[in-house]
């Protein structure tokens, strides 16, 4: 008996998860055929009743008059219901009497099952510019108060199979070495199994903006804004939030994508959009890049000093043009590095005597 239970619970564990077609029929030859039943059934009914008036207890009149009112005022109205339209990058997730019906794809015009209701949990909810909810707003119809949506009309409930864009509200977090920053990414995403997305969590928008807060919280708390004294390149194999966007970009999509799977979502791209100090240190690390840029920039010159100061004495030595002794060296080489090095146009001084 609990085994029983078991494959029971596990078949339906995977009608969730795999997503099932639904069985359709062409749209438009059903709403033709139905239109044209229901006209002849009106008119059986007309002539059923007809009959009746005559004062004829005709049993066959009887059966015309129940089954044409049976469809002309009740099936053939229903079946109005079944009638779904879909554009291109739509689908509906169908539900019959609770249970997971299949998904309706592709454009067209189709005629499901009356009794097959669409589900979409999200239908009311945007994630296009981080908001979670749309403000509603109501209309008032009349002396009865009846209401409506004017935000979105009836409900719509295709599931978009578009690719779309998540952009959520500005974060403050800490990176690796502690400094609250402040980041914003953009996310790339699509659906890519209805029956996931609908029926594996609550509101697939809801769930998929809270996943990539979380994410970027632990990308974030691993990497440094950046590398001290590395100017604009990576020190070895040590990668930065600012000098490493490539890297963190692919880390934060595959942090994402591993969340998310379970809703049926497929998270094609993840950028960093925003990304600088929190205000209240902003000026303290703007005064410490500039140190570093200063720093970086006098080691350059020292180097290419010391280069120059090697060869102007490798050129003197190779012509011979002068024989200088060590103590001489050492002058000439402490000249050349102050000119060189100097943050000012050196000022030229003429020896006009002996060079000793």
Do not use: H
Not at 36 to 53: E, K, N, Q, R, Y
Not at 285 to 291: D, G, K, S, V
């Amino acid at each position: 008996m609990n085994e029983t239970k078991m494959n029971v619970a596990k078949a339906e564990n995977k009608q969730i998860n795999e997503e099932l077609r639904a069985k359709s029929l062409p749209g438009m030859p059903c709403l033709i055929l139905n239109i044209t039943l229901i006209l002849g059934f009106i008119a059986l009914f007309i002539w059923s009743v007809v009959v009746l008036d005559g004062g004829g207890a005709d049993p066959l009149a009887i059966t015309a008059v129940i089954v044409s009112s049976l469809y002309a005022f009740f099936i053939g109205p229903m079946l109005f219901v079944g009638l779904k339209v879909l554009g291109p990058n739509e689908a509906y997730v169908l539900t019959f009497f609770g249970k997971y019906y299949g998904t309706l794809r592709g454009a067209g015009f189709f005629q499901v099952n009356p009794f097959a209701m669409p589900v979409n949990p999200a239908c009311d909810t945007s994630v296009q510019t981080g908001n979670t909810g749309v403000p509603e707003q109501t209309v008032k119809l009349g002396a009865t108060g009846l209401s409506l949506n004017a935000a979105t009309g009836l409900k719509n409930k295709r599931l978009s199979l578009k690719a779309m864009t998540l952009s959520n509200d500005m974060q403050k977090i800490n990176d690796q070495r502690g400094n609250p920053i402040i980041i914003g990414i953009v996310v790339i995403w699509k659906v890519v199994n209805t029956a996931q997305a609908v029926f594996n969590v609550d509101n697939y928008k809801d769930f998929l903006s809270i996943q990539c807060d979380a994410a970027l919280r632990n990308i974030v708390r691993l990497y440094p804004y950046d590398i001290a004294g590395s100017g604009s390149t990576e020190q070895g194999d040590e990668k930065s939030l600012r000098g490493s966007s490539d890297e963190i970009a692919a880390c934060l999509r595959d942090a994402i994508q591993e969340k998310v799977g379970v809703a049926g979502l497929e998270i094609s791209e993840a950028r960093i959009t925003n990304l600088s100090y929190a205000p209240e240190i902003a000026a303290a690390m703007l005064q410490r890049q500039q140190a570093s840029a200063v720093v970086d920039a006098r080691q350059m010159i020292v180097d290419g000093a010391v280069g120059m100061v090697e060869m102007a004495l490798a050129r003197l030595g190779d012509s011979d043009i002068v024989k200088l002794d060590e103590e001489r060296k050492a002058a000439m080489v402490s000249n050349l590095l102050v000119v060189l090095c100097g943050n000012r146009d050196a000022q030229p001084i003429v020896n006009s005597g002996s060079l000793y």
